[in-house]
Each structure stands twice: as C-alpha cells, then as structure tokens.
Nanobody, 124 residues
C-alpha cells in the first residue's frame, strides 16, 4: 500500500525553526516529483515547495523563499522541509505529495499521492 507519512510539525514561537519529514512506503521517492503544500485555517491549500527527480530543480512559493529549504535523502526514502524564521502566517496543516514525471521538472501541479498532513502552529 502506497503511503506518504508526514512528521515534525508542532507549536513554535515566531522566529523559530522546524523540520518536516515525508517518508514513503511501498514506492521510491527518488523517481518522483515531491512537494510540500499547506492549508491555513479558512484558506485554500497552496503549494509551498517542490523538488524534481535527481534534485535538479526546486520551486518555492514567494512567501517562503529564503526561509524554507526542500531536500531529499534517497537512502532514507524521505523528503524534508526545513523551515526557518517561522511567522504566524506559516501556520497550517502541511501535506506531502508526490507524482511521477517523464521530465526533470519541479512543477507542483497534478500531485497523485498525498499524505494526511502534520500541523504547524506559529504563535507567541
């Protein structure tokens, strides 16, 4: 059974950091475009960051550029999202998603597999 499982969410104060993990079972993330998405209370889900196969390309939402970093550890079959300088606007449920691709690209659209999410709350 294909599964994506997120972990690492929690409650932090503004300016602090968190690292989210997305672990896959029953398939290899090494050959997938993998992305992180978030949904804040009362808002639609938005793409945060995506990474291409071979880690050649990455995509970031303007609101997180310079603060968040997506990376992959193929040996652990895990993709990470390092989040620094968090602010209250980063609060939400963070989801991991993945899809196959014939090209080396990091487009965040048309994700096929989804995790159940991990909550992130940034509050003083």
């Amino acid at each position: 059974q294909v599964q994506l499982v997120e972990s690492g969410g929690g409650l932090v104060q503004p300016g602090e950091s968190l690292r989210l993990s997305c672990a896959a079972s029953s398939f290899s993330l090494a050959y997938e475009v993998v992305g992180w998405f978030r949904q804040a209370p009362g808002k639609e889900r938005e793409a945060v960051s995506c990474i291409s196969m071979s880690d050649t390309y990455t995509t970031y939402a303007d609101s997180v550029k310079g603060r968040f970093t997506i990376s992959r550890d193929s040996a652990k079959n895990t993709v990470y999202l390092q989040m620094n300088a968090l602010n209250p606007e980063d609060t939400g449920i963070y989801y991991c998603a993945a899809r196959g691709s014939f090209d080396i690209e990091s487009n965040c659209s048309d994700m096929f597999y989804w995790g159940k999410g991990t909550p992130v709350t940034v509050s003083s």
